[in-house]
């Protein structure tokens, strides 16, 4: 049964970086790979994802310019660096996958449980 | 990005009611369109795809309809475990907006 496994929650200061890892358990990094955030009591906001056959992510317009998704296909893991982090940022991080079946790319179906990230001085 | 407007934000309700929760796309998305239910502390779950088509996991009683611009959430006789908050989500290769949610309270 496919798991992903996000590392641990994390604090930061206003103005740095912050890198959240996601590593497929249990089967191979071979669909793609999505970002998705919540600030606490708030609604679902989509990042980016990456698909496994192509190098260059996908990024919603909102992140374009300081969110870098990459992976490492012999770990199968993903990871998603926000940068320029301000309070606005603190949220729960999840990545979820989703299948691709020819030219169609599907919802998420499996999710991580999460990543807590603060931003805070 | 195709943004989403979906609606109401809160439905209130009782066990045994049947309510419906509304998604309007900005533009034409055809039939692709999904459905997740969230509880608290946890990650969403999917309940529907292409609209209309039920996950192995969704009861019986969750029912997805429309195309283009207009779509909806149905549930009949709600139960005490659908008490959360419902997300419609556009998807396709390059995005996969979310609505703002709806949430489902006693």
């Known amino acids: 049964q496919v798991q992903l496994v996000q590392s641990g929650a994390e604090v930061k200061k206003p103005g740095s970086s912050v890198k959240v890892s996601c590593r497929v358990s249990?089967?191979?990094?071979?669909?793609?790979i999505g970002w998705v955030r919540q600030a606490p009591g708030q609604g679902l906001e989509w990042m980016g994802g990456?698909?496994?056959?192509?190098?260059?992510?996908n990024m919603g317009q909102k992140f374009e310019s300081r969110l870098s998704i990459t992976a490492d296909k012999s770990t199968s893991t993903v990871y998603m660096e926000l940068s320029s982090l301000r309070s606005e940022d603190t949220a729960v991080y999840f990545c979820?996958?989703?299948?691709?079946?020819?030219?169609?790319?599907?919802?998420?179906?499996?999710w991580g449980l999460g990543t807590m990230v603060t931003v805070s001085s | 990005d195709v943004p989403m407007t979906q609606s109401p934000s809160t439905l209130s309700a009782s066990v045994g009611d049947s309510v419906t929760i509304s998604c309007r796309a900005s533009?034409?998305?055809?039939?692709?369109l999904a459905w997740y239910q969230q509880k608290p502390g946890k990650p969403p779950k999917l309940l529907i795809y292409?609209?209309?088509t039920l996950t192995n996991e969704a009861p019986s009683r969750f029912s997805g309809s429309g195309s283009g611009t207009e779509f909806t959430l149905s549930i009949s006789s709600l139960q005490p475990d659908d008490f959360a908050t419902y997300f419609c989500?556009?998807?396709?290769?390059?995005?996969?907006?979310f609505g703002q949610g709806t949430k489902v309270e006693i």
């Open positions: 979820a996958r989703f299948r691709v079946t020819g030219a169609v790319s599907h919802p998420f179906d499996i």
């Open positions: 249990g089967g191979t990094f071979s669909d793609g």
């Open positions: 990456l698909m496994a056959m192509f190098e260059e992510p």
């Open positions: 533009q034409d998305i055809s039939k692709w």
């Open positions: 292409e609209a209309s």
């Open positions: 989500q556009h998807y396709n290769s390059y995005s996969k907006m």
